[in-house]
């Protein structure tokens, strides 16, 4: 009875996690375009705001109840191919995590050295890493 709960839950976070990790690089579009002080002081409160209220903690739950579902099963999962591949991805998507977290301070500082053409680019990161987690665990290649 607990397994179906943690994967709902797990999924729940996964979802939220990524919500914001497709929309805080694109509140960085919009603030490297800004051209005046306003502007640019919202975008930092919005950025600030999503990536301690929403993104943070999910990411931490995505994590928490994932690591229980492994723990329910280990042997099964550590010799899983495919969990080796998505667990490497998550690794990944949690550096990215930083990254974003990292640039929401240099755009705090007023630091940005990057045009919005470059965070067009850097939003499609997770989308990619989201495709190929989601073939892993359900198609499970191998």
């Given at each position: 009875?607990?397994?179906?709960?943690?994967?709902?839950?797990?999924?729940?976070?996964?979802?939220?996690?990524?919500?914001?990790?497709?929309?805080?690089?694109?509140?960085?579009?919009?603030?490297?375009?800004?051209?005046?002080?306003?502007?640019r002081?919202?975008?930092?409160?919005?950025?600030?705001?999503?990536?301690r209220?929403?993104?943070?903690?999910?990411?931490v739950?995505?994590?928490?109840?994932?690591?229980?579902?492994?723990?329910?099963?280990?042997?099964?999962?550590?010799?899983?191919?495919?969990?080796?591949?998505?667990l490497?991805?998550?690794?990944?998507?949690?550096?990215?995590?930083?990254?974003?977290?990292?640039?929401?301070?240099?755009f705090?500082?007023?630091?940005?050295?990057?045009?919005?053409?470059?965070?067009?680019?850097?939003?499609?990161?997770?989308?990619?890493?989201?495709?190929?987690?989601?073939i892993?665990?359900?198609?499970?290649?191998?």
């Open positions: 009875m607990l397994y179906p709960w943690l994967k709902a839950l797990h999924i729940i976070a996964m979802v939220c996690w990524f919500a914001g990790l497709f929309y805080l690089p694109r509140l960085f579009v919009y603030h490297a375009m800004s051209g005046d002080d306003v502007s002081e919202r975008f930092c409160v919005m950025e600030r705001k999503l990536y209220g929403i993104m943070l903690p999910s990411m739950a995505t994590l928490v109840f994932g690591l229980w579902l492994i723990g329910l099963n280990p042997g099964y999962y550590f010799s899983q191919g495919w969990m080796h591949a998505k490497t991805l998550v690794i990944l998507l949690v550096g990215y995590h930083h990254v974003c977290g990292a640039q929401l301070k240099r705090a500082r007023g630091e940005n050295q990057r045009s919005h053409v470059f965070y067009r680019w850097f939003n499609e990161a997770p989308v990619l890493v989201l495709f190929a987690v989601v892993l665990v359900v198609v499970k290649p191998f």
